[in-house]
């Protein structure tokens, strides 16, 4: 989606500066976020082919997340004087 949009700014903005037109600059970004919002937002099938099985809330209190184990450094020395 995010490449849409980049490609779409890029090439309004650059036909838009060799027309010297800034609302056919604009027309056409607004025709590319129509056109990358249709096909991005509705939920087609081939989204769904492989979906991803969520942890049920009650399992994933039975099994908590591991927590990292501290990460300890070596040690100075103090020095006395």
Do not use: C
């Not at 490449?3 to 970004?29: K, N």
Request: avoid cysteine; charge should be positive; hydrophobic fraction near 45%.
């Amino acid at each position: 989606m995010q490449l849409m949009l980049v490609f779409f700014a890029v090439a309004a903005f650059i036909t838009g500066y060799f027309l010297g037109s800034f609302q056919t600059m604009l027309l056409i970004y607004a025709a590319g976020v129509v056109l990358t919002s249709l096909i991005t937002i509705p939920n087609w099938p081939f989204f769904n082919r492989n979906p991803i099985n969520w942890l049920d809330s009650s399992e994933a209190e039975k099994h908590p997340k591991p927590q990292p184990a501290p990460i300890s450094g070596p040690k100075k020395k103090v020095s006395k004087k």
